[in-house]
């Protein structure tokens, strides 16, 4: 799903696409498009920034144009994650994710550890096994 060309067209500058997002919620009213019209599709349930190298808080006003609900924010240095609820027209950070209410800040971070330490399927496997225990 592309989320950048209303982007461009709002900031007038370089290209600020998210590293990924999701549709939870509205996932029906999306499935089946390949590109989002934000002036008539919702906006993403979920964005997700990887820090790495960049700082994606600058992300964040552009993100809460839009009304998306849900940030996370994953700061790969100090192996540390952010959700964020949109309020009030900025993000608030928030315990739990409002999607997925069992995914916390304290939890996102061990698997993406272990993503690069053990590989990306054993992450993905080992998240799996404790999704399935906490359901």
Not at 20 to 27: E, R, W
Not at 103 to 114: C, R, S, Y
Request: charged share 30%; hydrophobic share 35%.
């Amino acid at each position: 799903m592309r989320f950048n060309d209303l982007q461009k067209e709002r900031r007038g500058k370089r290209d600020r696409t998210p590293d990924t997002c999701f549709y939870v919620a509205n996932a029906g009213r999306i499935i089946g498009k390949r590109t989002a019209d934000l002036h008539v599709d919702p906006p993403p349930d979920i964005v997700v920034e990887i820090d790495v190298t960049n700082e994606s808080s600058t992300k964040l006003p552009i993100y809460a144009t839009f009304g998306v609900p849900e940030v996370w924010r994953y700061n790969a240095k100090r192996n540390r994650v952010q959700i964020c609820e949109l309020r009030d027209r900025s993000y608030v950070e928030i315990a739990a994710s409002l999607s997925f209410p069992i995914l916390t800040a304290d939890v996102l971070p061990g698997f993406m550890e272990q993503s690069q330490t053990q590989g990306q399927k054993r992450a993905l496997a080992a998240f799996r096994r404790w999704t399935r225990e906490h359901i």
